[in-house]
């Protein structure tokens, strides 16, 4: 089965799937995607993992270390070719995840996910990731519904706020795209019901 990439991208008014199901070359398999994270990097990632657990949200938390520990959250490189065509194509991209089939392999982070984005989005950015992975361990397989919705509902919890910008209203725009479509109860929430009537 072929590698299968889901990348987070912010753009200003849109956000896109570089890569559907299934698209990614084979050439390029999971242990060339990323590279081991700095301490420094590492470091973020425990401290958004440590803002989930404080905000309630224990078990992101945990599987967050848990994947840590085994090396799936990893940093892109300077050559990464999802990040690379992401940019080409107009988008701001922060983090994707690869899987084959129900193994998910690495959840690769931008180096703007480390430099550009407050705690909160971090941890944020990290919940959609890991709404694709939960995805791809339960079915194989996973689209953007996935990665927004988790996010969205365990924000209610993280309260990533207006002030994390890009991240917060990239997530309204997701939401907005990909999960009311399938979920038409979340356009009556509050903040993306204001998001779709904002001109």
């Avoid at 390029?28 to 990097?41: D, I, V």
């Avoid at 365990?154 to 939401?175: C, I, Q, R």
Wanted: proline fraction near 6%; glycine fraction near 8%; aromatic fraction near 8%.
């Amino acid at each position: 089965m072929r590698t299968r990439p889901h990348i987070l991208i912010l753009a200003a008014s849109a956000i896109v799937a570089v890569c559907g199901p299934g698209c990614a070359s084979k050439s390029h398999s999971p242990a060339q995607m990323g590279r081991p994270m700095t301490a420094t990097e590492r470091a973020m990632v425990t401290k958004a993992a440590a803002l989930m657990a404080k905000k309630g949200l224990k078990g992101q938390a945990e599987l967050t270390t848990t994947l840590l520990d085994k090396g799936i959250w990893r940093s892109a490189t300077d050559t990464d070719i999802y990040m690379k065509q992401a940019e080409q194509d107009g988008g701001t991209p922060y983090a994707y995840t690869l899987s084959e089939g129900k193994q998910p392999s690495a959840i690769v982070l931008a180096p703007r996910f480390f430099n550009e984005t407050t705690e909160a989005a971090r941890a944020s950015l990290m919940l959609h990731e890991l709404g694709h992975y939960r995805a791809y361990v339960k079915t194989g397989r996973s689209d953007e519904t996935d990665g927004y919705k988790a996010q969205y509902d365990e924000n209610k919890k993280l309260g990533m706020g207006e002030e994390s910008s890009l991240p917060y209203f990239a997530m309204l725009d997701g939401v907005v795209e990909y999960v009311v479509p399938k979920h038409p109860e979340y356009k009556n929430f509050s903040d993306v019901k204001g998001y779709m009537n904002t001109p």
